[in-house]
């Protein structure tokens, strides 16, 4: 028979091990509660579409008011989305996220949407941006779609003709068989929309907006780019509604609106003595109001290479200065240097076609191919020009050192410096 001390040793042995079964069992449902914690904020934060996932910011913390910043919200949205296959990422109609500036990077899963029905908005002050380069930066991304029924305001007045470095409010970088289409894009501090290192992308049905006075304001820019289609959008800023820079080959321009800005402009191009290479350039179906120039090659002295294969049909002018132009002495106004004197060498202009090129010049000049002595610009085409002042005489046509191979109007002729 055991003694009372020894059953009093043998129940405490009891109800310790009975206390470390129930911790042992307390900590597993611990963590499980807190697994499926985790899995009902990714749950909560996305809903299944029809097509794939759907990521809300506002599910990551995004508030909307215009006043508090939603950056972070938008990165953990986009780290989220960019990791479920056909997923779209949604920005809600009838609110205003103020966002600094954001890199979304891929790879992410193909088919991926950024939807956009509400406004982003950039801070006011250019001291509380985080950088001045490019405010909103898409990268490294396929079959990806920016689109929307919405607006993106780089809140660029605070920047125009106070800062000399002022950022891009949207950039794609090395982004392909993509799309940005439906988007208001407004008041850039700088350039509105860049391509660079981008191949098959489509610009669809997007406006642009900025006052005229707004400096270097581009609409959008091509840069190392090839097969872009820019169509069905209207474009007016303070600088080129659309500029074609080196590297481009393959670019569509169909049936866009410009205006008030520089026109469609192919370049600058060989800024320091560069080598550009530039080609096959298509614009079919623009019509252009009260625009500084119309379709412009601008090309920098002492430059080489090529701008070849240019075609320009059925453009409406209305009271635009300079509606064709070709200059080989551009340089810009700041610059005193040697930069703008004619030197030896040019970028090579050829086979530039201008076909039902029609409307009202601001200015008596309607035509003027300022061409370098180097013998740079051949293959000059034109026909169904109709190009009249204000008072309805015919424009001027002024043609400087156009070389052989070239169908221009005769009247031009006179005034061809060989």
Known sequence: MARPGQNLHVKNLVLVALYLVIMAVEAQLITSSNRYLRASTISLASTQGSNGRSFGVQNYGAVGDGEHDDTEAFTRAWNDACKASSATLNVPGGKTFLVNNLKFQGPCQPG???????????????SSWKSTYVWLLFEHLQQ?????????????SNWWGKHKSRPTAIQFN????SALSGLKVTNSPQFHV??????????????????????????IDTFQSTNIVIKDSTIGTG??????????????????????????????????????????????????TSTTNGLRIKTWPGGSGVASDITYDNVQMED??????????????????????????A???????????RGTSATEDGITLSCSQSGSCTGIKMEKIDLVTGSGAQASCNAQNVQGGNSIPSRCLGNNGQ
């Open 347 to 357: 970028v090579k202009i050829s086979n530039v076609e201008y076909s039902n090129i």
């Open 239 to 288: 600088d080129d509604c659309v500029g074609i820079g080196d590297g481009s080959s393959n670019i569509n321009i169909n049936d866009i609106t410009c205006g008030p800005g520089h026109g469609i402009s192919i370049g600058s191009l060989g800024r320091g003595n560069t080598k550009a290479d530039v080609h096959s350039i298509h614009v079919n179906g623009a019509k252009l």
């Open 144 to 156: 990806f779609t920016l689109t929307g029924k919405g607006t993106i305001d780089g809140k660029g």
């Open 320 to 345: 635009v200065s300079n509606p064709i132009i070709i200059n080989q002495f551009y340089c810009d106004t700041g610059d005193t240097g040697s930069g703008c004197k004619s030197q030896g060498s």
């Open 194 to 219: 860049t391509l660079t290192n981008c191949d098959s992308v489509q610009i669809v049905g997007i406006t642009i907006q900025a006052p005229e006075s707004s400096p270097n304001t581009d609409g």
């Open 112 to 126: 991926f949407t950024f939807q956009v029905d509400g406004t982003i908005v950039a801070p006011e002050n250019p």
């Open 174 to 177: 090395d982004v392909k068989g």
